[in-house]
């Protein structure tokens, strides 16, 4: 009996060593020692705020149904080598997180950490950015930002003056004036971010050509003339000019000179501007060589017209004052006084025999008539003056 005991308690010793170094060469967790499966451990991963801005502080917490010290992370379903369980949150670190076993298949339930930045990588695209005038071109705004920027939450900018507020804008029939340096901006709650400065090149062909001749005029055999092409303005500038004659090529330079000028110089000029995109023509400008005699006739002709132009004008002048002076004489003539006097027998006083013959002369009567009028007619600088005296 004795040995059989002492049989039993050294087989129990065995056991318990053998169980003793399968747990230690396997690593089993103590979870396991004390009876618990892997498959039975409870694993729920979180997140301090699943929402933060960059730069917030974020804190990762695995939870067990029991103490382990072996516990791993995955991010989007891809382990995460040496996590950190607390860190500054960074864009980069936006996703789903699980926790872990180590060397085991089953995760926890997935956290969403999301992390909000103001927009980022700002840019403004051109399109085309060479447009040819009366063309059309498109602006495009876009960003990395969480949250997005709203279409509306865009601006944009030309020479720092806003143009509009969208996302995407459109000019048609583009004109040189819209030319220059282009931006936008785009906003969240978190903050506001401009754009580089993009350059709008507008194309367009020479404008307003014209071809001067200099002297202006007919010229006369033998002088110089010299017929210059000019142009206000072209983008690109221009590459070469050319003069014509009768839509004859004369020479491709902006400017002709023509010394000991002929009657073969005669006819119809023009000029043409070119640049890469246009050419444009100028309008025609006709050139008449005249020769001495024909010049010297011409000019003694000027001469009489100019001579018989100012005698018409004095004599214009001349007539024009004369009317004056004889409509001033006559308004002068015609101002005239008028005087009314009335006599009254009954209050007259006695009266001598002149004063009576007057009377009498002035009403054509015998002296009866109650009523004798006198006019008289007074010269005055002024207007007429009319007196009556009862």
């Known amino acids: 009996m004795r040995f059989l005991k002492t049989i039993s308690v050294i087989l129990d010793i065995l056991i318990l060593m053998f169980v003793v170094l399968r747990v230690t060469s396997t690593k089993q967790s103590p979870c396991v020692l004390r009876g618990s499966s892997v498959d039975n451990i409870e694993l729920s991963a979180h997140v301090s705020n699943p929402t933060v801005s960059e730069g917030t502080q974020v804190t990762l917490t695995c939870k067990t149904s029991c ?20 860190f500054q949150a960074k864009t980069e670190d936006s996703g789903s997180y699980r926790c872990a076993i180590e060397g085991q298949t089953r995760k926890s339930e997935a956290v969403m950490l999301d992390v909000q930045y103001g927009p980022k990588n700002v840019a403004l695209l051109i399109s085309p950015s060479y447009v040819l005038e009366e063309g059309s071109v498109t602006f495009t705004c876009d960003s990395d930002a969480n949250p997005k ?8 900018y030309r020479e720092q003056r806003i143009v509009t507020t969208a996302q995407t804008h459109n000019i048609s029939h583009i004109q040189k004036e819209h030319r220059g340096q282009y931006s936008c901006q785009a906003h969240n709650y978190i903050n506001t971010t401009m754009s580089a400065p993009v350059p709008l090149e ?8 014209v071809l001067l001749i200099s002297p202006p005029g007919d010229v006369v055999i033998g002088s110089s003339v010299t017929l210059t092409c000019n142009s206000s303005g072209s983008y690109p500038s221009i590459q070469s000019y050319t003069l014509l004659k009768d839509n004859t090529e004369e020479t491709q330079e902006k400017t002709l000179t023509i010394s000991n000028i002929q009657p073969s110089h005669s006819g119809t000029y023009s000029c043409q501007a070119k640049n890469n995109f246009t050419t444009v023509n100028s309008t025609e ?16 002709g000027v001469g009489v017209s100019v001579l018989v132009l100012l005698i018409l004008s004095f ?36 009266a001598d025999h002149n004063s009576t013959a007057l009377e009498r002369t002035l009403s054509g009567g015998t002296g009866n008539e109650d009523i004798c009028v006198i006019y008289s007619s007074v010269k005055e600088d002024t207007s007429a003056i009319y007196a009556t005296v009862m």
């Open 202 to 209: 507008v194309q367009y062909g020479p404008k307003d050509v």
């Open 315 to 350: 004599i214009i002048v001349s007539w024009v004052r004369k009317k004056k002076t004889l409509n001033a004489e006559k308004e002068h003539e015609q101002d005239v006084d008028y005087c009314s006097v009335t006599f009254k027998p009954e209050t007259k006083p006695q």
């Open 67 to 86: 103490k382990l010290n072996n516990i791993v992370w995955f991010k989007n379903d891809k382990q995460v080598s040496n996590p950190v369980r607390k």
């Open 149 to 156: 920027v709203r279409p509306n939450q865009y601006k944009l």
């Open 285 to 300: 400008v006709t050139l008449h060589v005249l020769s001495n005699k024909v010049a010297l006739i011409s000019g003694v």
